[in-house]
């Protein structure tokens, strides 16, 4: 008999259009590996449920002959069906408080659970993510927040030209917007209050590489972190340019104790050691796109004391908007206080209450921090995805879950994404015995 592979429908969000499998690739996953898909019907799924059919996939409610289930965000705990093994991003493995109860009742059905977030090589990269088309989408929304936020100064400006990137019918026709932009800045120049106009990047990653694409649209003139102060003392002819800065580690923080000299792997086992510089850069940066991996142990590129000192005078910082595409709250940056959707993508953090307000108007900085930011490039974001996961798909869909963890048959990568066997946390994982606790501390956040 063959095996049977569910793909249900994402309802976590409204604006979730994305999914784990496109129709041409479960089409391919029926007729070159025998499997038998089923696919959930979905009204918002930016592949149809007629392009499943025609692809010769089952379309239709009922997901219970399926052994394995995939899906995109998170599964309701109502929803989960016992000794199933699911396959999604969990966003558990900080002990994320707003996730243990499913991961609770995940173990109370005797579920197994793989996690997208987990799937890595042997040098523990990633292997299956959104990071590239959450720095695409980021970068458009924040530079589409950029000109909002100027407008609402009153300072005219070419960015306006740009929209959200889910008002887009796709990524080329939100690049033709660029190129104008781009024409626009080269023939007439910014304003020159806006001058020298300098974008940070905090991260080198898939996430920042994504972002980096978007601006590498417009006239970008790259520089290093330590030029920044000259280019800010030199705005000759910097109107028809923008300056793009990248940040490594190495330019985030420094050793505690003098002369110790920057170690990148000392820093990652011993970032006690080490404490924050990025505050020497913020004053020259007129837009903050964050897009570091960042844990309770790191220090901080933003406080909400910098904040609150920064914009006390008269006069406005430079810093107008802050793309938070890694989306911690209270992490990295700490003024992200909450998530936002794409209907309603930023608000300005109050440096004096703490409050987030909506829209783009106030003292504090504009925050951008949509955390399903692919999900708004959805149609080409799925098809990367899919083509990555289609790989190991028979492999999962066909192994013997009936024998011991440690006679498991998966590729590597995919054992070791497993956090649940039959309802149980494997070794790699049982820490997160100590989040299900009642009153265990937990942490926030987790990646696509």
């Known amino acids: 008999m063959n095996a049977v592979v569910g793909i249900r429908r994402e309802d976590k969000s409204p604006w979730e259009r994305r999914v784990p499998i496109i129709p041409q690739d479960a089409g391919e996953l029926q007729d070159g590996h025998g499997l038998t898909v089923i696919v959930q019907s979905s009204g918002i799924r930016v592949f149809g449920d007629g392009e499943y059919e025609a692809a010769g996939v089952t379309v239709e409610e009922d997901l219970s002959s399926a052994s394995t289930i995939f899906a995109v965000k998170e599964i309701p705990v109502d929803l989960l069906d016992s000794d199933k093994t699911y396959v999604f991003f969990a966003h558990v493995i900080k002990g994320q408080s707003y996730n243990m109860p499913m991961l609770k009742r995940m173990m109370e059905l005797g579920c197994s659970l793989i996690d997208y977030e987990r799937v890595t ?63 626009r800045i080269t023939s007439r120049g910014l304003p020159a209050v806006l001058s020298p106009l300098i974008v940070g990047i905090a991260g080198y990653g898939n996430v920042s590489l994504g972002a980096q694409e978007i601006l590498d649209h417009l006239p970008v003139a790259e520089i290093r972190p330590e030029d920044i102060g000259g280019v800010v003392k030199n705005t000759d002819d910097s109107r028809h340019v923008l300056f793009k800065a990248v940040f490594r580690e190495e330019h985030m923080v420094e050793p505690v104790r003098p002369h110790q000299g920057f170690n990148l792997h000392d820093y990652y086992n011993h970032p006690e050691k080490y404490r924050s510089v990025f505050e020497k850069y913020l004053p020259h940066l007129s837009i903050l796109v964050n897009a570091i991996y960042w844990d309770t142990m790191y220090p901080r590129l933003v406080t909400r004391d910098y ?23 209270d992490g990295a940056v700490e003024v992200t206080v909450k998530a936002t959707e794409p209907g ?13 307000r909506h829209g783009f108007g106030g003292q504090g900085p504009v925050i951008m921090a949509v955390d399903i930011l692919p999900t708004e490039l959805p149609r080409e974001s799925s098809i990367d ?58 942490m926030e956040g987790g990646k696509e």
């Open 385 to 442: 995805f899919s083509r990555v996961l289609k790989k190991y798909v028979p492999a999962i869909a066909t192994a013997d879950f009936s024998v011991p963890f440690d006679l498991l048959d998966l590729p590597p990568e995919i054992k070791r994404a497993v956090i649940l066997y039959h309802g149980e946390l494997t070794p790699d994982y049982r820490y997160l015995a100590g989040f299900l606790a009642p009153g265990s501390n937990t």
């Open 121 to 183: 090589d042997e040098k523990k990269r990633r292997l299956i993510f959104f990071g590239r088309h959450a720095g695409l989408a980021g970068m458009i929304d924040t530079l589409w927040a950029f000109g909002q936020r100027l407008a609402w100064e009153g300072i005219p400006n070419p960015f306006t030209e740009i929209r959200q990137a889910h008002r887009y019918e796709n990524l080329d026709q939100a690049l033709l917007t660029l190129d104008e932009v781009k024409q």
């Open 307 to 329: 904040v609150r000192r920064a914009y006390r005078g008269k006069h406005r910082p430079r810093l107008r908007v802050i793309g938070d595409i890694s989306c911690d709250i």
């Open 344 to 356: 309603n993508p930023v608000f300005v953090y109050d440096p004096q209450t703490g409050e987030a």
